[in-house]
């Protein structure tokens, strides 16, 4: 298994340029995520995803656009980029019940918007 | 709102206890979970406890909570320098699988 993958590494946009960030899992989890990770403030949640078809908005979705077509992939939009998205990114996923469960990250993307 | 507050740094001597510490808000948090982040990675998930649970021991690992007083830490016992990373509370607290993360304690060991 590949776990969770996500592409680009690093990407550098200039401000009002779009981009779709990438993430993909192969262990067939119902439940997928956006977080970012700001120096000093942990992890934030930008939009989640319970199913193929189901999203829902986390703590900063303004200027994320999400869609979630098959159970594997959850990609990120960024419709116009502005220097506050400059962050780095990851994708999460998991299963969903009851009970503790571990949620399984990417390597990351991190974005600057210059 | 939810919050989960840790202090940033930790500096320890290799071989020595580290112990990261750990203060959230939502009392109705089910689940507490500690992950760790290597440089240029993704988060790990190191250990977790349930909140009816005042400790839970994993090898190296102690985890300890005061529900109390809304208290998580996480002690590593003869700490390596394959130690060193950021450690992250987290608590799970409302529906599915959202997690409030705190910011983050970067542990550096050093000989």
């Known amino acids: 298994n590949a776990g969770v993958t996500q592409t680009p590494k690093f990407q550098v946009l200039k401000t009002g340029q779009s981009m779709t960030l990438q993430c993909a899992q192969d262990?067939?989890?119902?439940?997928m995520s956006w977080y970012r990770q700001d120096p000093g403030m942990g992890l934030r949640l930008i939009h989640y995803?319970?199913?193929?078809?189901?999203?829902d908005q986390g703590e900063v979705p303004n200027g994320y656009n999400v869609s979630r077509s098959t159970t594997e992939d959850f990609p990120l939009r960024l419709l116009s980029a502005a220097p506050s998205q400059t962050s780095v990114y990851f994708c999460?996923?998991?299963?969903?019940?009851?009970?503790?469960?571990?949620?399984?990250f990417g390597p990351g993307t991190r974005l600057t918007v210059t | 709102g939810e919050d989960v507050e840790q202090s940033l740094f930790l500096s320890v001597r290799e071989g020595d206890s580290s112990v990261i510490n750990c203060t959230y808000t939502?009392?109705?948090?089910?689940?507490l979970y500690w992950y760790k982040q290597e440089p240029g990675a993704g988060l790990q998930l190191l250990t977790y406890?349930?909140?009816?649970?005042d400790m839970k021991q994993d090898q190296r690992l102690t985890v300890l909570l005061n529900k109390k007083d809304k208290h998580l830490s996480l002690r590593i016992a003869d700490t390596q320098t394959g130690d060193s990373a950021i450690y992250f509370c987290?608590?799970?607290?409302?529906?599915?699988?959202?997690?409030?993360f705190g910011a983050g304690t970067r542990l550096a060991v050093h000989p």
């Open positions: 999460a996923s998991s299963t969903t019940g009851t009970g503790a469960y571990e949620q399984y």
């Open positions: 262990m067939n989890h119902e439940y």
């Open positions: 995803s319970v199913g193929a078809g189901i999203t």
């Open positions: 939502d009392s109705s948090s089910t689940y």
């Open positions: 406890i349930f909140s009816n649970m």
């Open positions: 987290a608590e799970g607290t409302g529906g599915y699988n959202k997690l409030i």
